[in-house]
T-cell receptor, first 113, second 111 residues
Framework: GESVGLHLPTLSVQEGDNSIINCAYS??????FIWYKQESGKGPQFIID?????DKRQGQRVTVLLNKTVKHLSLQIAATQPGDSAVYFC????????????FGGGTRLMVKP | KAGVTQTPRYLIKTRGQQVTLSCSPI?????VSWYQQTPGQGLQFLFE???????NKGNFPGRFSGRQFSNSRSEMNVSTLELGDSALYLC??????????FGSGTRLTVV
């Protein structure tokens, strides 16, 4: 079925290094993508989003890349900090699906001091 | 600016009972969506309400229902609770097709 998936369930990085979290989506009708961060005991927190008419979008220490050809999304975190340790989810929204998001399985990012 | 408020934060219910969860969206947000999060299934869409109307519905049984009030606050109800309904129930509000903001969720445990 149509889904959004993640390649790596756990990513361990050294503090100060850059992190890259990947996500594959299968629905070509998706035109809006969001990355969320979820810490233990909390709801998902919005990080950054991107529309399908863009290939790249940058925020504070984060960059999202969208490759529509291979239906791939990535989140890059620069100078990873211990506070970045969390589970990261990608989500997609189709343009005729109202506000229904389809989430990937999540990647746990562990930052080693 | 207040965020999305979900009540209660924690809930323990017995099999067969019913439960009602509440969500107050960000002021001005008319869309409210509900999600179920479990370790096995991840985050799954339950339903979305916009201007008091259900606009989308996920693949959940009819025991799961919801509604939205004129002030955009929303409630979801689960009847005849099963052990498998134990989950974190998340509510998200948005102004349009972006800016989805989640609440902290209601942790439901069915025993």
């Amino acid at each position: 079925g149509e889904s959004v998936g993640l390649h790596l369930p756990t990513l361990s990085v050294q503090e100060g290094d850059n992190s890259i979290i990947n996500c594959a989506y299968s629905n070509s009708a998706s035109d809006y993508f969001i990355w969320y961060k979820q810490e233990s005991g909390k709801g998902p927190q919005f990080i950054i989003d991107i529309r399908s008419n863009m290939d790249k979008r940058q925020g504070q220490r984060v960059t999202v890349l969208l490759n529509k050809t291979v239906k791939h999304l990535s989140l890059q975190i620069a100078a990873t900090q211990p506070g970045d340790s969390a589970v990261y989810f990608c989500a997609e929204n189709r343009n005729n699906a109202g506000n229904m998001l389809t989430f990937g399985g999540g990647t746990r990012l562990m930052v080693k001091p | 600016k207040a965020g999305v408020t979900q009540t209660p934060r924690y809930l323990i219910k017995t099999r067969g009972q019913q439960v009602t969860l509440s969500c107050s969206p960000i002021s001005g947000h008319r869309s409210v969506s509900w999600y179920q999060q479990t370790p096995g299934q991840g985050l799954q869409f339950l339903f979305e309400y916009f201007s008091e109307t259900q606009r989308n519905k996920g693949n959940f049984p009819g025991r799961f229902s919801g509604r939205q009030f004129s002030n955009s606050r929303s409630e979801m109800n689960v009847s005849t609770l099963e052990l498998g309904d134990s989950a974190l129930y998340l509510c998200a509000s948005s102004l349009a097709r972006e800016g989805y903001t989640f609440g902290s969720g209601t942790r439901l445990t069915v025993v």
